[in-house]
């Protein structure tokens, strides 16, 4: 019998990272895919896998798929193309689709007849709150609604064979993606933090938190659902 395994995409850091180590201290086997390695050793096995290219991806998510029993699937690798409406391109809008949608299917299909044959299955996908509406972001936030609307009915669908499908949406998380493509200064962080009702940035473990109670077996009866995890800002109009 193979060894069952939790996947983790876009791990190598930020909170996908946050979210291996959390895991691991749960004494979890994490597999943290990610197109480049991380900085520093991490408590998971590592397979760099490029999820943009899509008959590469499958290839060598199929194969992880042949050694472990991956039943829990976290869909977090992302990037968020911050352009204009006027200058984005259609490369760019469908590099934004492909890496921030498509990969989640992907990484579904690839993993979903062990989860049908096990009876059980946890299945997190990472949006974030710019689906509601961000300046900057709308290749992005198309991409992270669409993640949405493709949880819902996942949901509906795979709920008969024991399989719960949830997102999480986080807000302004202070990571190293989110500083380095927005102002980063100190007045513009207060100035963003100002608009967040609690009054602060995310950290990257609260964020794994939440998504380490969909994964769990205390979330048995939650699946289709939308968490965010955005200190407020999903509640208020506005801007970030």
Same mark, same amino acid.
């Given at each position: 019998?193979m060894?069952?395994?939790?996947?983790?995409?876009?791990?190598?850091?930020?909170?996908?990272?946050?979210? =291996?180590?959390?895991?691991?201290?749960?004494?979890?086997?994490?597999?943290?895919i990610?197109?480049?390695?991380?900085?520093?050793?991490?408590?998971?096995?590592? =397979?760099?896998?490029?999820?943009?290219? *899509?008959?590469?991806a499958?290839?060598?998510?199929?194969?992880?798929?042949?050694?472990?029993?991956?039943?829990? &699937?976290?869909?977090?690798a992302?990037?968020?193309?911050?352009?204009?409406?006027? *200058?984005?391109?259609?490369?760019?809008?469908?590099?934004?689709?492909?890496?921030?949608?498509?990969?989640?299917?992907?990484?579904?299909?690839?993993?979903? +007849?062990?989860?049908?044959?096990?009876?059980?299955?946890?299945?997190?996908?990472?949006?974030?709150?710019?689906?509601?509406?961000?300046?900057?972001? *709308?290749?992005?936030?198309?991409?992270?609604?669409?993640?949405?609307?493709?949880?819902?009915?996942?949901? &509906?669908?795979?709920?008969?064979?024991?399989?719960?499908?949830?997102?999480?949406? +986080?807000?302004?998380? *202070?990571?190293?993606?989110?500083?380095?493509?927005?102002?980063?200064?100190?007045?513009?962080?207060?100035?963003v933090?100002?608009?967040? +009702?609690?009054r602060?940035?995310?950290?990257?473990?609260?964020?794994?938190?939440?998504?380490?109670?969909?994964?769990?077996?205390?979330?048995?009866?939650?699946?289709?659902?939308? &968490?965010?995890?955005?200190?407020?800002?999903?509640?208020?109009?506005?801007? &970030?």
């Amino acid at each position: 019998m193979m060894e069952e395994a939790i996947v983790v995409t876009g791990a190598s850091r930020g909170i996908g990272l946050s979210l =291996v180590e959390h895991l691991a201290g749960e004494q979890r086997k994490v597999i943290a895919i990610s197109r480049s390695a991380p900085e520093h050793p991490i408590p998971a096995e590592f =397979v760099s896998i490029d999820l943009a290219d *899509a008959a590469s991806a499958r290839d060598k998510l199929n194969e992880i798929g042949s050694r472990y029993t991956v039943t829990r &699937l976290v869909n977090n690798a992302g990037a968020p193309y911050p352009e204009s409406l006027d *200058a984005i391109t259609l490369e760019n809008f469908q590099a934004a689709m492909d890496i921030n949608l498509r990969a989640a299917l992907l990484c579904t299909q690839a993993f979903l +007849p062990a989860m049908r044959k096990s009876g059980f299955g946890r299945i997190v996908n990472i949006s974030s709150r710019a689906a509601l509406g961000k300046e900057m972001r *709308a290749s992005y936030g198309a991409a992270k609604a669409g993640l949405i609307g493709f949880t819902r009915t996942c949901a &509906l669908e795979l709920a008969p064979a024991g399989i719960t499908v949830n997102a999480v949406a +986080p807000g302004p998380i *202070a990571t190293e993606l989110y500083l380095r493509n927005n102002p980063s200064d100190e007045k513009s962080l207060k100035a963003v933090s100002s608009r967040i +009702p609690m009054r602060r940035l995310g950290r990257p473990e609260e964020v794994a938190a939440a998504i380490s109670f969909f994964l769990s077996d205390a979330a048995s009866y939650i699946t289709g659902q939308v &968490l965010y995890v955005c200190g407020g800002a999903s509640v208020g109009v506005s801007s &970030l």
